[in-house]
């Protein structure tokens, strides 16, 4: 069955940290660039990092940037967001998505497969 599905998130204190990661089952990612999106309650989702397919490029919405890296694991047909120094306003459901090709976008049609997505909650 082709499938992305994400593991990881939870719930931590500000300043702690956390390491969702997006497996593929079916397809490997290599040839995808892949998407991290967050949606807090009440809120439009939006981008929060990309990785190319090549893995050369990045992407981070300014709100993150220097505080989460997004990374590949071929070996493990894996891509992970590592959060840092997390913040109340980081809560939301964060989702993992495929592109339809290899480059970075961050509008939301632009991406095909999508995870089920992974509560990450941080209290003061």
């Known amino acids: 069955q082709v499938q992305v599905v994400q593991s990881g998130g939870g719930s931590v204190q500000s300043g702690g940290s956390l390491r969702p990661s997006c497996a593929a089952s079916g397809f490997t990612l290599d040839y995808y660039a892949i998407g991290w999106f967050r949606q807090a309650p009440l809120q439009e989702r939006e981008a929060v990092s990309c990785i190319t397919s090549s893995g050369e490029s990045t992407f981070y919405a300014d709100s993150v940037k220097g505080r989460f890296t997004i990374s590949r694991d071929k070996a493990k047909n894996t891509v992970v967001l590592q959060m840092n120094s997390l913040k109340p306003e980081d809560t939301a459901v964060y989702y993992c998505?495929?592109?339809?090709?290899?480059?970075?976008?961050?509008?939301?049609?632009?991406?095909?497969?999508w995870g089920q997505g992974t509560q990450v909650t941080v209290s003061s």
């Open positions: 998505a495929t592109g339809y090709g290899s480059t970075c976008s961050r509008n939301t049609y632009e991406y095909d497969r």
